[in-house]
């Protein structure tokens, strides 16, 4: 049975941490040792942006001692995700987190951030849960506590040790001096990020997939590196269509007029990035879009899938459509949704080489909602004077969602439409590598394609 579900009693982290609260004043001395000093954590800086790494220390201690950082992402009194990690302290008796290596837990070896991208879902959490924030504008709150010894996470869970010493880090998805703007102009629904300072800067769309509503952390994001980010609902939001089944290409292209002709924002184009549905979208807008000058799409399909989509007087049929008979389910239930979406064996793929524009495609190897064969063959489909303009990028291991780095990789979803959890794939260590990579490559490829 898995670690995390032998953890019965609902809540237990909360209460644990209740009790890390109440002794923040505290230090601890380990029972026996005459020590002149207390047992210290710290987090160097304690106030970052969540794609900045922070450092953990722990000084007071002996030679040879051993220790247990554990770390709980919470919201209000709940425990979200957790993690643990064990060390020794150094011949100065302290452990440096940036520097030594954990030698069980959730992770081994030397990682600054391995305390935040090996987190799992806390005990009691419902299965499918997302990192993120639904307030972009309050932190993200990561609470850090020291044990004396090593422990599993169960033990320190059922047995409540008194922490030696806590500490707080504050992570914010938005840099304080960025405005926001809802948008509520003509058909458009959204949130706009732009960056402190005259400008003007890249402007860019931002579209996640089929789980509908509107995600904007990345927006965020995305606007404290300098972009004016239009963080784009499509469906399932406010009074826009309950579900994508009922999609119009024209509401894209208004999104783009808005965006493109915002004063802030770099008057030679702009760029879209999207996410599953959003990236294959991305594509599809590019093509209809001459305003749009680069495209990212995240493990999205290379051609129309599943449903059909308006355009004026014309209806541009799926080239994929869904297979429902097609669909598995793991032991858990668990579904897997890999082989339910396949190409007609004449679907042809979208055609962005026609557009002259730079395409960034980024996909995992382990992804089970897309199979990531697709993006090779939409490469290779690219005609070779026209293949310096697509860049595809495949990452061992990674799974479906690559989001911004130093977030609790998850290998489940839940989709609200279909309400049921997806498997979604992601080698822990291997999908968090992936994701720093893949946010700097971002930036990078639409500073680079996206100057005046």
Partial sequence: MPLLSRLSQKGRLSRILHVYKSNVQTCGRWTGVTRSQCVRITAVPDDVLVDERFAVHVKGLNQGDDVTIQANICHDKDVLFTSAGCFRADESGCVDVTKHESVSGNYTGVDAMGLIWSMERAPGQSPGLRPGTKDVSTPELVSLAVFKGHHTMEEISEKSPQPLSITDVQRWY??????????????????????????????????????????DSRAAMLASRGFVTLALAFFGYKDLPKSFWDLDLGYFKEAVHLISSHP?????????????????????????????????????????????????????????????????????????????????????????????????????????????????????????????????????????????????????????????????????EQHARAQEDAWNRIQTFFRTHLKS
């Fill in 264 to 428: 802030s924002v770099i008057p030679d184009g702009i760029g879209i990035l999207g996410l599953s549905k959003g990236g294959e979208l991305a594509q599809l807008i590019a093509i209809h879009c001459p305003q749009v000058r680069a495209v990212v799409s995240i493990n999205g399909f290379p051609c129309l899938s599943i449903v059909a989509i308006r355009n004026g007087d014309e209806t541009l049929e799926p080239a994929a459509p869904m297979d429902t008979s097609k669909l598995e389910f793991t032991r858990e239930n668990y579904v897997i949704f890999k082989n339910c979406v396949v190409p007609k064996e004449n679907a042809s793929f979208f055609p962005l080489w026609e557009r002259d524009l730079p395409f960034l495609s980024i996909c995992g190897s382990d992804d089970q909602l897309t199979d990531c064969r697709l993006q090779q063959r939409q490469y290779d489909d690219f005609p070779e004077e026209h293949k310096d303009k697509i860049e595809l990028v495949l990452y061992k291991g990674a799974g479906h969602l690559i989001e911004p780095p130093f977030t609790p990789v998850t290998q489940l979803a839940y989709h609200k439409f279909f309400r049921m959890t997806f498997l979604i794939g992601g080698m822990r």
């Fill in 174 to 215: 938005k840099a304080r001096e960025v405005e926001v703007i809802e948008v509520k102009q003509g058909s458009v629904r959204g949130r706009l990020f732009v960056p402190p300072g005259p400008g003007p800067f890249p402007g860019v769309i931002d579209m996640y997939g089929t789980a509908g509503g509107l995600v």
